[in-house]
């Protein structure tokens, strides 16, 4: 078994943890689009644990980069335009879908939403068509 193979377990039961304590704990669904427009756009007493979450996520990665020796360093390569568009779609993508591919992906599929299977073949379709027309491009 590979170190990578072993990374992507490790993470992946760790996403599937925590959205379900998340749930069970909190009564939350773990979509993280959702999550941060209620930081961009709170509600009172609502607020302390979106950020709270939002916080763990990213500093998960800095944490595993610091005390993983030659964890791999994110790409740095992606252009500043490109990212924002990128972004500015997924954005677009996720109110269109009402949800995000962990809302939708993770804690949707493993309820057995029907909703949520039809997001998930739409966000993979969407996401192999993208990745082809644009690989064609940069040929």
């Not at 760790?14 to 749930?23: E, T």
């Not at 669904?29 to 916080?55: C, H, K, Q, T, Y």
């Not at 980069?65 to 990128?86: E, H, K, N, Y």
């Not at 804690?107 to 739409?122: E, Q």
């Amino acid at each position: 078994m590979s170190a990578t193979w072993l990374t992507a377990l490790a993470g992946g039961v760790l996403i599937g943890l925590s959205a379900v304590l998340l749930l069970w704990l909190n009564g939350r669904i773990a979509g993280v689009s959702g999550i941060l427009n209620g930081v961009v756009f709170p509600r009172a007493g609502d607020v302390s644990w979106r950020v709270a979450f939002l916080v763990g996520l990213v500093g998960a990665g800095g944490l595993y980069m610091a005390v993983v020796p030659g964890a791999p360093l994110p790409r740095a390569d992606f252009s500043r335009p490109g990212l924002i568009i990128a972004g500015l779609l997924v954005g677009f993508g996720t109110r269109m879908g009402n949800g995000c591919t962990s809302g939708h992906g993770v804690c949707g599929l493993g309820r057995l939403s029907l909703r949520s299977l039809a997001a998930v073949v739409t966000f993979m379709a969407t996401a192999i068509g993208t990745t082809f027309v644009v690989h064609q491009l940069w040929k």
